[in-house]
């Protein structure tokens, strides 16, 4: 028996939904619907199965209707039509109390934006499902501590979630998830909010918890890349619809439809990578160290340039090995010798925009995302190795070894 | 110019709706006169049977504790100076006024707040009727509040709840609402009941707001209970509307100053409250 079966989940939004139904029967799109009724069709006549310890990957581009019908499988939104079995049991028919006990053992959720609440610490954080079935304090805080140390957060316990980095607040966010024990996690965009780096950081720990822990993911995504890493099957939806399902092999080499082959060409290079598919980790120090520290730096990390940052990684110059040799002969500080006309691109700038920048630049180019937070840098042969296939996926984050070309 | 239409006869019919309740409902306006009357007396006799320096100490550790120490000695020298000029009792039964009013506008109006943010109605009919509460010149309070408990504290406590409410029933409400929808979501995706997502997550995440609409009600009710003095209740705003009726200048700033220091105090330590308890 599958683990869940979804039957013909209908959502339509808007008052009186239901006389809107016969026409989504007839096979109308959702443009015609909201012509003919003004209702809005979240999500059409969806049917799968998810099958215990798989990875559903549920994807799509944003209006799709992947997130309405995610909330529908623990109904945080009502469906307007259909069936949800888990464990064979439809959960659409069950009374709020009835629900409550499904949502407290069986379906844990992790949210795009964490949704951690501020007032408690991360330990309270973890427990909060557990402290709502009411159990003991001592017990729930040792499950709780138990589930921060998988997901790697042991000694954050006391720490209030606003003192914890994107990629840390999601884990907890994930903790408190795993403490419940529960059969279904639900992960709504879980990564989406974090930096592409952490971000696969992310993944990598996800599908090595995994291997270890067998449990049934429903993961929500617009990102193609992830859907490809971290699924075992992937559904795809456009205007609510599903449109096809299929291991990813499947969906790259066998789309469906022209929408699912246009979605999987784009998966092709040259117009579709972006600066933060080839960014390397860059080396940064900050303003309060001297030109001996700077110099040693370059030496350990076998590089010819430092990316100087303040305390938020905001980038304020970069540091060439020339200038601190300078600095250090003649007594100045690193703050005076450094250059502050650093070549700058966000993470969404395409490749082909980037060739110029590249290679007129004398310094590796740094990719800058929100609040000029540096992000990595892009090294010539970056650009090169992006276009040959080598991109920031798997496990090519850049290592310390690594560092950074010289140029 | 002559008048199109007889002119609505609205005020004798207010009269007769009041009167009718007052002859049916004596008893309830007795025992609400009674409850107020109490807790009036008993936070008068507490304020006024301690000795004077340790009423001033308490308030001093509390201002140290809600600021900080500059917050501390400015509640030294005024509560020193109220005594000095000899205000010292007036002050203490304002206080109790206020207190009362406060306590009452909190008893009732967080539940009220909690309320309007859970039912989109309650707050459809709330709403018009706290801008009606807070237009009203406070005045006219006072003659419905004469009518049914007659004059002195009590009437003087309920017409300040009136005015003093509605800041909190308000800012609980907007307090609850503005808490974010996703970790309404995540409170009810983990299965929580109504109640556990109220006192663990929508509460606590409101309480600043919360706090700065009891601050606001506080004030409201310190500025009429002194205009309540009118009606007999005594304290600080009898001294001014003593001072006003003589033309006796020098006494009327005395006592004036006396209100604002009050107010100043009461302002920074409820507002510290707020603060703290979120950091």
Same mark, same amino acid.
């Given at each position: 028996?599958?683990?869940?079966?979804? *039957?013909?989940?209908?959502?339509?939004? /808007?008052?009186?939904?239901?006389?809107?139904?016969?026409?989504?029967?007839?096979?109308?799109?959702?443009?015609?619907?909201?012509?003919?009724?003004?209702?809005?069709? /979240?999500?059409?006549?969806?049917?799968?199965?998810?099958?215990? /310890?798989?990875?559903?990957?549920?994807?799509?581009?944003?209006?799709?209707?992947?997130?309405?019908?995610?909330?529908?499988?623990?109904?945080?939104?009502?469906?307007?039509?259909?069936?949800?079995?888990? #464990?064979?049991?439809?959960?659409?028919?069950?009374?709020?109390?009835?629900?409550?006990?499904?949502?407290?053992?069986?379906?844990?959720?992790?949210?795009?934006?964490?949704?951690?609440?501020?007032?408690?610490?991360?330990?309270?954080?973890?427990?909060?499902?557990?402290?709502?079935?009411?159990?003991?304090?001592?017990?729930?805080?040792?499950?709780?501590?138990?589930?921060?140390?998988?997901?790697?957060?042991?000694?954050?316990?006391?720490?209030?979630?606003?003192?914890?980095?994107?990629?840390?607040?999601?884990?907890?966010?994930?903790?408190?998830?795993?403490?419940?024990?529960?059969?279904?996690?639900?992960?709504?965009?879980?990564?989406?909010?974090?930096?592409?780096?952490?971000?696969?950081?992310?993944? #990598?720990?996800?599908?090595?918890?995994?291997?270890?822990?067998?449990?049934?993911?429903?993961?929500?995504?617009?990102?193609?890349? !992830?859907?490809?890493?971290?699924?075992?099957?992937?559904?795809?939806?456009?205007?609510?619809?599903?449109?096809?399902?299929?291991?990813?092999?499947?969906?790259?080499?066998?789309?469906?439809? !022209?929408?699912?082959?246009?979605?999987?060409?784009?998966?092709?290079?040259?117009?579709?990578?972006?600066?933060?598919?080839?960014?390397?980790?860059?080396?940064?120090?900050?303003?309060?160290?001297?030109?001996?520290?700077?110099?040693?730096?370059?030496?350990?990390?076998?590089?010819?340039?430092?990316?100087?940052?303040?305390?938020?990684?905001?980038?304020?110059?970069?540091?060439?090995? #020339?200038?601190?040799?300078?600095?250090?002969?003649?007594?100045?500080?690193? !703050?005076?010798?450094?250059?502050?006309?650093?070549?700058?691109?966000?993470?969404?700038?395409?490749?082909?925009?980037?060739? #110029?920048?590249?290679?007129?630049?004398?310094?590796?180019?740094?990719?800058?995302? *929100?609040?000029?937070?540096?992000?990595?840098?892009?090294?010539?042969?970056?650009?090169?190795?992006?276009?040959? /296939?080598?991109?920031?996926?798997?496990?090519?984050?850049?290592? !310390?070894?690594?560092?950074?070309?010289?140029? | 110019?002559? +008048?199109?239409?007889? &002119?609505?006869?609205?005020?004798? %019919?207010?009269?007769?709706?009041?009167?009718?309740?007052?002859?049916?409902?004596?008893?309830?306006?007795?025992?609400?006169?009674?409850?107020?009357?109490?807790?009036?007396?008993?936070?008068?006799? $507490?304020?006024?049977?301690?000795?004077?320096?340790?009423?001033? =100490?308490?308030?001093?550790?509390?201002?140290?504790? @809600?600021?900080?120490?500059?917050?501390?000695?400015?509640?030294?020298?005024?509560?020193?100076? =109220?005594?000095?000029?000899?205000?010292?009792?007036?002050?203490?039964?304002?206080? @109790?006024?206020?207190?009362?009013?406060?306590?009452?506008?909190?008893?009732?109006?967080?539940?009220?707040?909690? %309320?309007?943010? &859970?039912?989109?109605?309650?707050?459809?009919?709330?709403?018009?009727?706290?801008?009606?509460?807070?237009?009203?010149?406070?005045?006219?309070?006072?003659?419905?509040?004469?009518?049914?408990?007659?004059?002195? &504290?009590?009437?003087?406590?309920?017409?300040?709840?009136?005015?003093?409410?509605?800041?909190?029933?308000?800012?609980?409400?907007?307090?609850?609402?503005?808490?974010?929808?996703?970790?309404?979501?995540?409170?009810?995706?983990?299965?929580?009941?109504? %109640?556990?997502?109220?006192?663990?997550?929508?509460?606590?995440?409101? &309480?600043?707001?919360?706090? @700065?609409?009891?601050?606001?009600? =506080?004030?409201?009710?310190?500025?009429?209970?002194?205009?309540?003095?009118?009606?007999?209740?005594?304290?600080?705003? @009898?001294?001014?509307?003593?001072?006003?009726?003589?033309?006796?200048?020098?006494?009327?700033?005395?006592?004036?100053?006396? $209100?604002?220091?009050?107010?100043?105090?009461?302002?920074?330590?409820? +507002?510290?409250?707020?603060?703290?308890?979120?950091?």
């Amino acid at each position: 028996m599958p683990k869940i079966t979804v *039957e013909n989940l209908t959502k339509i939004f /808007g008052r009186q939904p239901g006389r809107a139904l016969p026409l989504v029967k007839q096979g109308k799109t959702k443009g015609e619907i909201l012509k003919e009724t003004g209702l809005t069709l /979240g999500v059409n006549q969806a049917s799968f199965e998810v099958h215990a /310890g798989e990875i559903f990957v549920i994807m799509g581009l944003s209006g799709s209707g992947k997130s309405t019908l995610v909330r529908l499988l623990n109904r945080l939104i009502e469906p307007t039509e259909g069936k949800i079995l888990i #464990d064979g049991v439809d959960i659409v028919s069950m009374n709020a109390e009835q629900l409550q006990q499904v949502r407290r053992k069986k379906l844990g959720m992790v949210f795009q934006k964490f949704a951690l609440f501020p007032h408690r610490t991360v330990l309270e954080n973890a427990a909060y499902g557990l402290e709502i079935q009411n159990m003991p304090k001592s017990e729930r805080e040792q499950r709780a501590k138990e589930s921060l140390t998988l997901v790697g957060l042991g000694g954050w316990e006391q720490s209030y979630p606003d003192q914890l980095s994107g990629g840390m607040q999601q884990r907890v966010g994930l903790a408190r998830a795993l403490a419940n024990d529960p059969d279904v996690l639900l992960m709504d965009e879980a990564f989406s909010a974090l930096d592409p780096l952490i971000r696969k950081d992310m993944q #990598d720990e996800l599908l090595e918890l995994q291997s270890s822990m067998q449990r049934t993911i429903i993961f929500i995504t617009h990102d193609l890349d !992830e859907a490809l890493k971290i699924g075992d099957r992937i559904a795809l939806m456009k205007d609510g619809a599903i449109v096809q399902i299929g291991t990813p092999e499947e969906i790259m080499t066998n789309p469906a439809n !022209e929408y699912v082959e246009r979605f999987v060409e784009d998966v092709d290079r040259s117009k579709v990578l972006s600066a933060e598919h080839v960014m390397k980790r860059a080396e940064t120090i900050t303003l309060d160290r001297g030109p001996s520290v700077a110099l040693q730096l370059m030496r350990d990390r076998g590089v010819s340039s430092l990316y100087v940052v303040d305390r938020k990684k905001t980038l304020l110059g970069v540091l060439t090995a #020339d200038a601190v040799n300078d600095a250090k002969m003649h007594g100045k500080t690193l !703050e005076e010798v450094m250059r502050r006309d650093v070549p700058k691109v966000g993470p969404q700038t395409l490749l082909n925009e980037l060739f #110029d920048l590249v290679a007129f630049s004398d310094i590796p180019v740094s990719v800058i995302g *929100e609040h000029d937070r540096l992000l990595g840098i892009i090294v010539k042969g970056a650009v090169l190795g992006g276009l040959a /296939g080598k991109v920031n996926q798997e496990s090519t984050l850049p290592t !310390e070894e690594e560092g950074q070309v010289k140029v | 110019m002559s +008048q199109l239409f007889p &002119k609505l006869p609205l005020d004798e %019919w207010i009269e007769v709706i009041v009167d009718g309740l007052d002859e049916n409902l004596g008893f309830v306006f007795d025992l609400i006169s009674a409850a107020i009357g109490g807790t009036v007396d008993l936070f008068n006799a $507490i304020l006024t049977g301690l000795p004077f320096w340790l009423v001033i =100490i308490l308030f001093v550790l509390m201002a140290y504790r @809600a600021g900080r120490w500059t917050m501390a000695l400015f509640t030294f020298i005024g509560l020193l100076l =109220i005594q000095n000029l000899g205000y010292w009792e007036h002050s203490m039964e304002t206080l @109790a006024l206020v207190l009362t009013a406060a306590l009452i506008s909190v008893v009732i109006g967080i539940p009220m707040g909690i %309320w309007c943010a &859970k039912n989109e109605s309650v707050q459809k009919v709330v709403t018009p009727l706290l801008d009606f509460m807070q237009t009203m010149p406070a005045f006219v309070y006072l003659i419905p509040a004469i009518f049914f408990f007659g004059l002195g &504290k009590v009437p003087g406590v309920i017409a300040s709840v009136i005015f003093a409410m509605p800041p909190t029933i308000r800012l609980t409400n907007l307090g609850i609402r503005q808490v974010p929808a996703d970790l309404i979501e995540a409170s009810d995706a983990f299965g929580s009941t109504y %109640w556990q997502k109220l006192t663990k997550v929508q509460l606590p995440i409101a &309480k600043t707001t919360m706090m @700065a609409g009891i601050n606001q009600s =506080i004030m409201l009710a310190l500025s009429m209970v002194v205009i309540a003095s009118m009606i007999g209740a005594k304290g600080l705003g @009898a001294d001014v509307y003593r001072a006003v009726t003589q033309i006796n200048i020098g006494q009327g700033f005395e006592a004036g100053l006396a $209100i604002v220091i009050m107010a100043i105090l009461l302002d920074r330590i409820t +507002q510290g409250v707020g603060k703290r308890k979120n950091a």
